[in-house]
């Protein structure tokens, strides 16, 4: 299961508001495998534009082990100002996008498996490979400081939780807050990441966000 957890950690790399995923707005849909699917655009969040979508196929390119399925990040932010965005990811790993899983057995599996006693989700030689390949495709390597935990279960999602710090060059440094529900809808598991480089904002308010978007991801309208 390291693909799961590296997908976190690649994107933690590059940089909001409060969100609830809603049923009325605009929609974006994405495929995973042969499974067509779709879902509101979380409200107080945008698709990335421009010079900032550039910055997203980057950012997804320096993930070699998942498919970035849905990037948003805050409306009406100035990137001028802010070198880094508090955001919003889902992704997919690689090694399941032909698998049709089983929702509860699967959950089950991701569960065990983030949540072994002594387990270590991000350990040196994961936090190595993260920063050569961000390093690769953006040209510079960013310094990553920061753990990754289980955060728990429910009937909809396993839960990680990410903190610490990420530099680049040595001196821009930003401290964060991650949390991700790792899911399975239609048979796909994805994961939803929750960003904030900002204060104030909770572990479940974030854990409560995530949970929201995953169950608002479903089979696309014919």
Not at 19 to 32: D, M, Y
Not at 55 to 83: E, I
Not at 137 to 154: C, H, N, Q, S, W
């Amino acid at each position: 299961m390291k693909s799961l957890h590296l997908l976190a950690l690649a994107a933690f790399a590059v940089t909001s508001l409060p969100a609830h995923a809603e049923e009325a707005g605009p929609v974006t849909s994405f495929r995973i495998g042969l499974e067509q699917l779709e879902m509101p655009i979380p409200q107080g969040y945008c698709l990335p534009q421009g010079n900032e979508e550039a910055a997203s196929q980057l950012l997804a390119a320096a993930d070699y082990d998942n498919v970035t399925l849905a990037h948003f990040h805050a409306c009406g932010r100035n990137p001028a100002v802010s070198a880094y965005d508090d955001y919003i990811l889902l992704k997919t790993p690689k090694a399941v996008l032909a698998l049709t899983l089983p929702r509860e057995e699967f959950l089950d599996v991701l569960d065990a498996e983030s949540n072994k006693p002594g387990a270590n989700i991000f350990d040196a030689a994961m936090r190595a490979q993260v920063e050569a390949e961000m390093g690769e495709v953006m040209g510079t390597a960013p310094k990553l400081a920061f753990e990754i935990e289980y955060l728990g279960r429910d009937e909809d999602c396993v839960y990680l939780i990410g903190h610490g710090d990420v530099s680049i060059d040595d001196v821009q440094t930003k401290r964060g807050l991650m949390v991700a529900c790792m899911a399975v809808t239609q048979g796909k598991m994805f994961a939803v990441y929750s960003y904030r480089f900002a204060a104030g904002d909770t572990v479940e308010g974030l854990k409560a966000q995530t949970r929201a978007i995953a169950v608002s991801v479903r089979a696309k309208a014919e």
